[in-house]
T-cell receptor, first 116, second 114 residues
């Protein structure tokens, strides 16, 4: 069975600074995708960034980038130039490819507070 | 693209009552997912559909839970004989194609059991 672990329940960062959120996962699959989702307070969950396991190059989306270490089963999210609007719960998620299984497996989340 | 729509946003009911939630996915999305999220936890997968076919339902929490997507468009999630432990946020998501495609989430339905 696959598991996703986020070891930082809460983090805070000053506006304009950089913060890194940690995520590790456990799987015996070789083909899978990893995601970071953001859930602002009382608002819907939105996709931040996606990484394909067979790609060695780390994904980037504007101020968001990941450090994907496949051998270590680590998938951290770096937020540069933090903005107040980045305040949210961040969830790391895993999905295997192939077969009929299509569900995301989520970690427990990290609550990020960006302070002015 | 009007996004994933869920109704109602909030549902308060007494223990033992039946409740039904509706999810309207993004129109061109053939996959629809249901998750449950309790306080302080990440979403937990319940079931999903590809078009009208329910491809995975073993994760439904008990036989009190059931879901349908009769015409491959909107879906309903029903909980019969609700219990206190059913209080949670119920999230719906939809996607195109295979499981690696990003899932787009709705605002959720918050269920409170009195």
């Amino acid at each position: 069975a696959q598991t996703v672990t986020q070891s930082q329940p809460e983090m805070s960062v000053q506006e304009a600074e950089t913060v890194t959120l940690s995520c590790t996962y456990d799987t015996s699959e070789s083909n899978y995708y990893l995601f970071w989702y953001k859930q602002p307070p009382s608002r819907q969950m939105i996709l931040v960034i996606r990484q394909e396991a067979y790609k060695q190059q780390n994904a980037t989306e504007n101020r968001f980038s990941v450090n994907f270490q496949k051998a270590a089963k680590s998938f951290s999210l770096k937020i540069s130039d933090s903005q107040l609007g980045d305040t949210a719960m961040y969830f790391c998620a895993f999905i295997r490819t192939g077969g009929s299984q299509g569900n995301l497996i989520f970690g427990k989340g990290t609550k990020l507070s960006v302070k002015p | 693209d009007t996004g994933v729509s869920q109704n109602p946003r909030h549902k308060i009911t007494k223990r033992g009552q039946n409740v039904t939630f509706r999810c309207d996915p993004i129109s061109e999305h053939n996959r629809l997912y249901w998750y449950r999220q309790t306080l302080g936890q990440g979403p937990e997968f319940l079931t999903y559909f590809q078009n009208e076919a329910q491809l995975e339902k073993s994760r439904l929490l008990s036989d009190r839970f059931s879901a349908e997507r009769p015409k491959g468009s909107f879906s309903t999630l029903e909980i019969q004989r609700t219990e206190q432990g059913d209080s949670a946020m119920y999230l719906c998501a939809s996607s195109t194609g295979g499981g690696n495609q990003p899932q787009h989430f709705g605002d959720g339905t918050r269920l409170s059991i009195l």
